[in-house]
Antibody
Framework: QVQLQESGPGLVKPSETLSLTCAVSGGSVSSGSHFWSWIRQPPGKGLEWIGY???????NYNPSLKSRLTISLDTSKNQFSLKVRSVTAADTAVYYC????????????WGQGTLVTVSS | SSELTQDPAVSVALGQTVRITCQGD??????TSWYQQKPGQVPILVIY???IRPSGIPDRFSGSSSGNTASLTIAGAQAEDEADYYC???????????FGSGTKVTVL
């Protein structure tokens, strides 16, 4: 059973870079054909798709965030990461990492989520 | 605003049937998945490929699709079904993914 766990700073200053890591257990980020995804949810609001990195290394980003995003794989540590540059208060959210079920883009496995607050 | 439109809230009497809809032009061409999120919890996949129910999801949950509208139906709603429900599919370009705006289901 795949398990995902997000980690990273809970507080980031405006204009700085938000960096999160998703540690994967019960499976390898370098095997199979999977979508390693990030989703966020501002407090009291709905889910927002951020993007994913496919097992091949190809990425797909939300167009509204693309200019500030980088999602990468670290096969040596069996994890994947998210970087959001030039953050503002609007980037305050619970950030989830997730993986598909192997049968299309269906997010069957989710981390517990981590709250990131952007504030000075 | 989301490219996938959902009613903000619906209510259903205990044991009755409720249908949650998701509208968007991309749904004519691409499959839809549905997620249940209870307060303070992680979203759970309840339907994918429009109609497929993952193992462990009660059979009172079903999905369907017609034209630009995908639907999630809960037949015989239970108190534990009270949650926010989100649809997910590709955006109008077909190149990216998007979540619907979410529907809050209240079981009376």
């Amino acid at each position: 059973q795949v398990q995902l766990q997000e980690s990273g700073p809970g507080l980031v200053k405006p204009s700085e870079t938000l960096s999160l890591t998703c540690a994967v257990s019960g499976g390898s980020v370098s095997s199979g054909s999977h979508f390693w995804s990030w989703i966020r949810q501002p407090p009291g609001k709905g889910l927002e798709w951020i993007g994913y990195i496919y097992s091949s290394g190809n990425t797909n980003y939300n167009p509204s965030l693309k200019s500030r995003l980088t999602i990468s794989l670290d096969t040596s540590k069996n994890q994947f990461s998210l970087k959001v540059r030039s953050v503002t208060a609007a980037d305050t959210a619970v950030y989830y990492c997730a993986r598909d079920n192997g049968d299309g883009y269906n997010l069957a496995y989710w981390g517990q989520g981590t709250l990131v607050t952007v504030s000075s | 605003s989301s490219e996938l439109t959902q009613d903000p809230a619906v209510s259903v009497a205990l044991g009755q049937t409720v249908r949650i809809t998701c509208q968007g032009d991309s749904l004519r061409s691409y499959s839809t998945s549905w997620y249940q999120q209870k307060p303070g919890q992680v979203p759970i996949l309840v339907i994918y490929d429009k109609t497929i129910r993952p193992s462990g999801i009660p059979d009172r949950f079903s999905g369907s699709s017609s034209g630009n509208t995908a639907s999630l139906t809960i037949a015989g709603a239970q108190a534990e079904d009270e949650a926010d429900y989100y649809c997910n599919s590709r955006d109008s370009s077909g190149n990216h993914f998007v979540f619907g705006s979410g529907t809050k289901v209240t079981v009376l």
